[in-house]
C-alpha cells in the first residue's frame, strides 16, 4: 500500500490493516506517531516501523530499523566521485532525514575539493523530485553530471523529467 507520504493516505493504510486486510505492516510513517500507531498494537498487528534514525524503546510493541542516513549519503556521493563525476547535485526535501543525508553528501563533497549542490523542494513526492530536476536542467552554465535523490520517490520523479526532457540515465 503506498501512501505516497501523505497524512490522509496514512490513516488509510491503518483502517485498511484494522480491517484485516493484512497480518501485519512494515512501513515507514511520515505523519503518524505512536499515539497514531497505539491502535495497532492493541489490536494485536505486528508492526515494524522503518525510521530515519534509532528511536528510544517506547511503550507499545513496534520494532524499528534504521538506518545511519549521513553514512549512506557518504557512500552514494563517493561512488559518484570514483565514476568520475565532479559536479553532483542533491534533491532533497525540506523536512524528514535529508538533514542527515545532506550533512553525509556535504561532507564528503568537501573532502573531495568539490562544491556541494543541493536542491530543495517543499516534499517526499515524485512531483517535487521532478520539479528539481527542471531546475537543474533550466540552470546557465554547468549543470551536474550526476543527480541523486535524498529519497526515492524524489529520485523517480527527476529520472522521468530528464526522461522527458531527452537526458539519458544508465
Not at 54 to 75: M, Q, R, T
Not at 92 to 115: D, T
Not at 136 to 164: H, Q, Y
Amino acid at each position: 500500500f503506498d501512501t505516497d507520504g501523505t497524512r490522509e493516505r496514512e490513516a488509510r493504510a491503518i483502517d485498511w490493516l484494522l480491517q484485516g486486510r493484512a497480518d501485519g505492516v512494515v512501513a515507514t510513517f511520515f505523519h503518524l506517531r505512536v499515539p497514531q500507531l497505539a491502535v495497532l498494537a492493541r489490536k494485536g498487528i505486528p508492526l515494524v516501523r522503518l525510521e530515519s534514525q534509532h528511536k528510544p524503546d517506547g511503550p507499545l510493541a513496534i520494532d524499528s530499523v534504521y538506518i545511519d542516513n549521513s553514512e549512506a549519503a557518504a557512500e552514494m556521493t563517493r561512488l559518484l566521485i570514483a565514476r568520475g563525476h565532479r559536479r553532483i547535485a542533491m534533491i532533497q526535501a525540506e523536512f524528514g532525514p535529508s538533514n542527515r543525508r545532506a550533512q553525509g553528501y556535504g561532507a564528503v563533497m568537501r573532502e573531495a575539493g568539490l562544491s556541494p549542490d543541493f536542491i530543495t523542494d517543499s516534499a517526499y513526492s515524485e512531483e517535487s523530485g521532478a520539479r528539481a530536476m527542471t531546475r537543474l536542467r533550466e540552470r546557465k552554465g554547468d549543470r551536474p553530471t550526476a543527480v541523486f535523490g535524498a529519497s526515492d520517490v524524489l529520485a523517480l520523479g527527476a529520472m522521468e523529467a530528464a526522461r522527458n526532457a531527452g537526458l539519458s540515465i544508465p
